[in-house]
Each structure stands twice: as structure tokens, then as C-alpha cells.
């Protein structure tokens, strides 16, 4: 009896060619698993593509709740963003996946797990990393990086086996669409000095195409996650399908960056996430009303760890989880609302309330009226402020002969 395989199946291209490779080169019964992440598409076309590859079962998991509620949202409260741009829609997805392949090897009796992702990108460590944790003793076999071929050679190995797909040699993008964001590389899009073509966006709107006039939505959160929208609480698939079908009616979303992949190449991308670019923002803003100073900066430093972190594929770790605790504690008052302008590609916070907001009008008045800040006490404080620089100019730098204090931090000549 051959061994039993789950093979982590998009219905596309490199997948559908793996499903196949595995039955008749590696004699695996191939078990297909489609985790539905939100904007799956054609579902019977992806257990079409599945049964023409020879798979032994094709099983579609809902899994859109839970990559929010458990892996989007901790990140959003963390404001993780690889790199100062890219909200990680993909990478979030990947610990997910890899915890579902291990349950469905465990349901049916696997002894390995599998995936599609080249020898060349992230998606294979974030997997394999995230099986290894969870189940060690499953082997992981990477397709593409064992049997490696061109993307031309798979559509025609598809052709030769009666494997219908989506891509063609006119359109050879890769891509990836979750609820969080969509991204797209190959083809043309790696040469960095080309701009993308039209057709390499699907859920934003080119700037001269969006309507004439902004639109302003109001965003509530509770504890730094967003439940509502213009009042009405909404569940998290609906909440966030609504924000990116209304980003990209405005043009909102749209990323064109050279990142810097973990295995040691750059490699351009090419992302559409407006839902992420939205709740990112307001969300910052409404930390801005209930962090203290310290507590921001310090976020800021986390947050960047964070986002390595995911990137990298180290989800299931004791790393994780302490720096996921400290950003729960961080959220406690992030609770209120904010409103965001959307218009012609950007995003612009108009308002913001906290129901526990650090912000107090009293004191941050120029009014007289209702003024509570006794500015009589700013003369003593800048004296206790000031006072160590003043004391080191007096003892170090205005002991040295001829020194021009305000050359200090020019450049040597």
C-alpha cells in the first residue's frame, strides 16, 4: 500500500504539477489540502485541477475566520510591517497552513507533508520550519526545489498531462490572494525598472479611475482590534472584505517594493492590501491617544522584531509568544474610534477618540479658559531638563581652546 502524502494544494500551477510528480515519480497516494484564506476563487475548479493530477481526495478547509481572529489581528495590534511597507498577508497565512497540513496527516495516517514553493523563496522555510515544529517526525518533501523546473516546462508538463490551469505564457505571473492582501512576482515584474502592467492589479483601482470625491469611513476597535464599521459591528471576514473592496474602489493598497527575501536575494513584489494599509493606519492613530510615549517607541522596536519574526517563519516559537504577550498588554486601552479619509490612493486619519485617551483637552489648550496646565512650572523644569548638558559644557567643552561649538556635528573636512 503506497504511503499516504498532503500536499498543501493552491489549484494552480506549480501545485497542480506537484500533485501529479508525487503520484506517478514518487508513488505518494496524494491527499490535496486548499486551505480557503478568503478570495479562493473558482473552488470546483480547484477539485477539477486536483482530480485531473490523479489526487486520492481534494479537501477544502474554511479557514478565513481563524487566520484573522488568531494570526491577522495580533499582528495588526502589533503593527508588524516588513521593511516599513509590506503588512506580511502572505506570510501570515503560512503558519496557519502549516498547522492544518499537520492535522489532516494526523486525521488520515500521512508520513509527509508537501508544498510547491521554489528553492528561492520564503513560503518553503516559513512551511517547513512551521511542520518541523509542530510534527517532526512528518517528512517534508518540497516539490518544485526536488524536481526542479521552468515555469514554461510546468505549463507544458500540465499540457502533456491533461492538467488545466489558469496561467499562460502570455500571463506567467505568480500569485497569492488572502483575505489581508494579494501579491503577485515573475514574469516581467522582475526587472525592477519596469513598471507593472495594468493587468498585474486586480483589487485597486488606478488613481484615474477612482471616484471624484473621497468617501470617510469610521472604524471602532476594542482592544486594538476592529469590530465595527460606520457603527455597525461586523464579524472579521466581513469587516475586512468591506474595507478592502472599498480601499480598492479608491485606489488605496497598491505596493511596488524590492524586499529583502530570508534566503539572501532581493526579489521584486508587487502587493495590493486595503484593508491592511486602512487598519494599520487607524490603528497607529488610535495608539498615538492611548500609549504613552514610551510605551510607543519601545512598540516600535517590538513591532519591527515582530515583523522579522513572521517574515521568517518562526510563528511557533517561545519568541513569539513573549513578544506576543507583551503586545496584548499593550492593547488593554486601545479602545475608540477613528475616522479615515480615503481618496485618490491615500489614507488620511480626520478624527480619532479613545474611551481611555491619554489626550486631555485642559491641558493641551492655549485657551485661558479651562486651561489646567500652570505653565509658572516650565521655567523650573527646562532649569532640571538642561541641567546635565550644562554641566558637561562647562566641565568638557568650553575648557578646550578655540573650539567652535557649533561645528560639532559638521562633517571632518
Not at 20 to 34: A, I, K, M
Not at 232 to 243: H, I, K, M
Not at 377 to 388: N, S, W
Request: hydrophobic letters at 40%; charged letters at 25%; a negative charge.
Amino acid at each position: 500500500m503506497a504511503e499516504k502524502i498532503v500536499l498543501a494544494y493552491s489549484g494552480g500551477l506549480d501545485t497542480s504539477v506537484a500533485a501529479h510528480w508525487l503520484r506517478v515519480q514518487r508513488g505518494y497516494e496524494v491527499h490535496c489540502l486548499t486551505i480557503d484564506l478568503g478570495n479562493l476563487g473558482d473552488i470546483e475548479g480547484i477539485r477539477e485541477r486536483g482530480q485531473q493530477a490523479g489526487a486520492a481526495a481534494v479537501d477544502i478547509v474554511d479557514g478565513k475566520e481563524d487566520f484573522l481572529r488568531y494570526f491577522v489581528f495580533p499582528a495588526l495590534q502589533a503593527g508588524v510591517v516588513y521593511e516599513g511597507r509590506y503588512p506580511l498577508a502572505t506570510a501570515l497565512g503560512r503558519p496557519l497552513i502549516a498547522k492544518l497540513l499537520v492535522d489532516k496527516a494526523r486525521e488520515i495516517g500521512a508520513t509527509a507533508v508537501a508544498h510547491g514553493c521554489t528553492g528561492k523563496g520564503n513560503d518553503q522555510v516559513r512551511l517547513d520550519v512551521g511542520v518541523q515544529t509542530l510534527a517532526p517526525d512528518l517528512k517534508i518533501v518540497g516539490t518544485t526545489r526536488e524536481h526542479s523546473v521552468s515555469r514554461p516546462e510546468a505549463l507544458e508538463y500540465a499540457a502533456a498531462n491533461g492538467i488545466n490551469v489558469r496561467q499562460s505564457k502570455e500571463s506567467p505571473y505568480s500569485t497569492d490572494e488572502n483575505l489581508w492582501g494579494r501579491s503577485v512576482e515573475a514574469g516581467i515584474l522582475e526587472d525592477p525598472w519596469v513598471e507593472p502592467p495594468a493587468d498585474v492589479y486586480l483589487w485597486t483601482k488606478p488613481l484615474d479611475q477612482t471616484p471624484t470625491k473621497p468617501v470617510v469611513v469610521e472604524i471602532r476597535f476594542e482592544e486594538g482590534i476592529p469590530v465595527a464599521l460606520d457603527g455597525e459591528r461586523l464579524g472579521p471576514v466581513e469587516l475586512v472584505q468591506r474595507l478592502s473592496n472599498l480601499g480598492g474602489e479608491h485606489g488605496i493598497g497598491r505596493i511596488d517594493m524590492v524586499e529583502n527575501r530570508l534566503v539572501g536575494i532581493k526579489s521584486r513584489e508587487i502587493y495590493e492590501s486595503p484593508a491592511a494599509v486602512i487598519l494599520l493606519e487607524a490603528h497607529a492613530n488610535l495608539e498615538q491617544l492611548t500609549l504613552t510615549k514610551q510605551q510607543v517607541r519601545f512598540k516600535n522596536l517590538v513591532a519591527q522584531e515582530y515583523a522579522d519574526l513572521v517574515y521568517n517563519g518562526l510563528w511557533f516559537t517561545s519568541h513569539h509568544r513573549d513578544l506576543a504577550q507583551y503586545v496584548v498588554s499593550t492593547q488593554r486601552h486601545v479602545t475608540g474610534d477613528v475616522r479615515v479619509r480615503l481618496w485618490h490612493g491615500t489614507t488620511t486619519v480626520i478624527g480619532r477618540r479613545a474611551d481611555r485617551s491619554l489626550y486631555m483637552q485642559s491641558l493641551a489648550t492655549y485657551e485661558k479658559e479651562g486651561d489646567l496646565f500652570d505653565q509658572s512650572h516650565a521655567q523650573g523644569f527646562i532649569k532640571l531638563h538642561g541641567l546635565q548638558a550644562q554641566v558637561q559644557a562647562q566641565a568638557q567643552m568650553l575648557l578646550e581652546p578655540g573650539q567652535d561649538l557649533l561645528r560639532l556635528a559638521a562633517p571632518s573636512e
